[in-house]
């Protein structure tokens, strides 16, 4: 498995923005995704991007407002939040080593994980 430690969570106003990191380290670094969890409810898909960076893939809800982005040679994968929302308020998760690469994409689709960090969004 991939090692995967996210960075650049923390608190920001409503329509801020924020940039998180996912630092990979160890085997092959595969195409990646973000997800998120809110208390209380289920981690759910926010965007996913190839190895090779030529294809992105969005949830509805972030479309528009969240660019996901790789730099292979740092091994780094980043999720650029604009616009930000109370409802964008969740723990995020960086996720790696697919098992599979069609949507929709679940939490069992991806086999490495990253620890998480808090975006907090007030209004």
């Known amino acids: 498995q991939v090692q995967l430690v996210e960075s650049g969570g923390g608190l920001v106003q409503a329509g801020g923005s924020l940039r998180l990191s996912c630092a990979a380290s160890?085997?092959?670094?595969?195409?990646s995704a973000w997800f998120r969890q809110a208390p209380g409810k289920e981690r759910e898909f926010v965007a996913a991007i190839t190895w090779s960076g030529d294809m992105t893939y969005y949830a509805d809800s972030v479309k528009g407002r969240f660019t996901i982005s790789r730099d292979n040679a740092k091994r780094t994968v980043y999720l650029q939040m604009n616009s930000l929302k109370p409802e964008d308020t969740a723990v995020y998760y960086c996720a790696a080593d697919p098992r599979k690469w069609n949507s929709p994409w679940y939490e069992g689709d991806f086999r490495s994980w990253g620890q998480g960090t808090q975006v907090t969004v007030s209004s």
């Open positions: 160890g085997r092959t670094f595969t195409s």
